[in-house]
């Protein structure tokens, strides 16, 4: 059982920055994959980044170039450094943990990011 905690959302005018970190219970160095999810009021939630446990890393289309996810195994963190926000990026982030290719994400409880002038 791997427990995630988030944390860095807040509000933040246009073109600003913000950095989110989610906290892993155990140890994530051995994690198939991590990454996070956002989800806007009346959408459906979609995948902004991952990483996979060899350091790969992928990116939706609106946020490549102004987002940029990373790891420290030694930490059990993950992180996303987001950039050049715009007011579209205004959701509630989530992150993930998959630790083997078959198994089920665990969940953290989600961090709101606000992007408002």
């Known amino acids: 059982q791997v427990q995630l905690v988030e944390s860095g959302g807040g509000l933040v005018q246009p073109g600003g920055s913000l950095s989110l970190s989610c906290a892993a219970s155990g140890s994530i160095s051995g994690a198939h994959a991590m990454g996070w999810y956002r989800q806007a009021p009346g959408k459906q939630r979609e995948l902004v980044a991952s990483i996979t446990r060899s350091g790969s890393t992928d990116y939706a289309d609106s946020v490549k170039g102004r987002f940029t996810i990373s790891k420290d195994n030694a930490k059990n963190t993950l992180y996303l450094q987001m950039n050049s926000l715009k007011p579209e990026d205004t959701a509630v982030y989530y992150c993930?943990?998959?630790?083997?290719?078959?198994?089920?994400?665990?969940w953290g409880q989600g961090t709101q990011v606000t992007v408002s002038s």
């Open positions: 993930y943990a998959q630790m083997y290719w078959f198994s089920s994400y665990y």
